[in-house]
């Protein structure tokens, strides 16, 4: 029987696979507990130390290496994420609830916002840049770069709230419609609540996506850096293990922005359960 | 849905409030995302296509309309072979993450029976996506560069006695960190596409004695392509608008046309930037098309 090999071997590869996905990052994290200062980004590891991790975070004495300017482009960063979640989530639960119902035009408009996700950075960033440059205003993180975070995860947020909103039974709003309730009191003590999951999921694509996010912000913003740009002007002089550190650490960031996601999301659902058990009742 | 259906046009004359209510609240509801993603989306683009024709002095543009920076474009050789890089690139990468990933989603989508297996394999795959993309991109210095890990490996294991130098900074370094980068968005529709496929079909071939090459070439790779295609306009999209990847891996050496707009910007020259974002639309608009016309996504999905 063929498949009898077939299905090992690809097992393998797909293992290999991972390794390719995983191989570098793996890399990353091991030379980052280089010996520092005068520890290269390159193997061997001539001592094994935390030096460059005290380095990201200035704990130790200066040394021919700059620190990673990074603390304002965090702060930035984590302020544009949280402002563009917010709208993004706002936005697509409304998109997503126009969307129950067919409108004149839906078909355009889904492509429209659909669109946001798909044309490069390059592309709306340059133009957005063109339009401010001609209207004489000024580019910063906090409106054109703002703008242009929105205009990217926006889709995102609309087309996880279009599938919750595919899987929902409307026969709940419905009956509180039947029994006189307004629809803006509906949706806030029915609807909501039992959308609540796709709304987190929603505001975690939102946040994450404009906290990295890199080639719009670059066009967009003037001179104060959000942090993806902070990092990316380090590559073009010599690289140290510092920004392996950092690497590793706004990965570890990410995990806990994503346990408690997880964290929220298991509350939410069981009390989305509850509800639904009420409502049966 | 149900009470989603009645058309708009009617909603007037409906004597049922209930029916009326959502469908003119939808235009309210829909109306600031459209227009968010007018003014800053479709206006941005719609200006890129007009700029594109302004006249350039050295650091100003102005609105006297010349095509000059279009004549300058298709007769520059740095600039067409930009452009001819950016394909070239395009079309190895769609190739490699096709060719490295296929296997891959065979293996999940269609032999791994168990579900929550299957699910945690793609998990795994997501997960590098939860780092950031410049750390993801500059990951890949450490592992080609010249002292760099698969160097020492090669060495270890005596396959090559001197350091490979062509590994890092040159397209090979580039197209290597795209294809990792990018492969996953591969991935992810086709083992989606292959989840689908009815086993019976593929065991009725068997019991025929179709061999698992017919059977791949007959059955499962036809029922796939629309996951081919989807994955295909995903890694072509992202790849035709690269710049940082090509500029962090190849040392700058490698221009695509997403650096020459990086450039164009950072010293002034607006319309040509334009020009060149304007023939990179176009490109990929063809690109996008050219995926659509050989599967039609709407029948397949």
Known sequence: MQTTIIKPVLGVYTALFLLFLYGPFVVLGILSFQIGPNGGPQFPIIEWSTYWYQHVFGLTPPSRIAPLPIYEGLARSLTLAFMTMIVSTVLGVMSAQAFRTKFKGSDVVFYLIVLGMMVPGVLVGLGLALVANIIGIDRTWWSTAFVLHVVYTFPFAFL?????????????????????????????????PLIFPGVLSAMLFAFTLSYDEFSRTLFASGRDLTLPLAIYGTFSIEIHPNIFAFGVLTTLFSFALLAVYAILMTVSLRRAKRLAIQEDA | MTIATPAPDSSDSTPVGLVARPSRAAYWLIAPGAIWMTLFLVVPLGMMVYVSFWSQTTFKIEPILTTKSWVAFFSSDTYLSALWTTIRIWLLVL??????????????GLFVKNKTLATALLVLCVIPFWTSFLIRVL??????????????ILQAFHITREPIEALLFTELSVIIGMTQIYCVFMVGPIAFMLGRIDPNVIEAARDLGASFWRIFRTIILPLSMPGVIVGGIFVSVMVLGEFATAAALSGRKVNMLGNIIVTQVGSLKWAFAAVVGVILTILMGLVVAGFLRIVDLKREL
């Open chain 1, 160 to 192: 996880v709230m279009l599938a919750i909103f595919n899987r929902f039974d409307p026969s709940v709003e419905e009956a509180a419609w039947s029994l006189g309730v307004s629809p803006i009191k509906t949706f806030r003590k029915v609807t909501f």
């Open chain 2, 95 to 108: 190739l490699s993450t096709f060719v490295v990933g296929y296997p891959t989603a065979l293996f999940v």
């Open chain 2, 139 to 152: 990951a890949w210095r450490p592992m080609l560069g010249k002292e760099g890990a698969i160097n020492i």
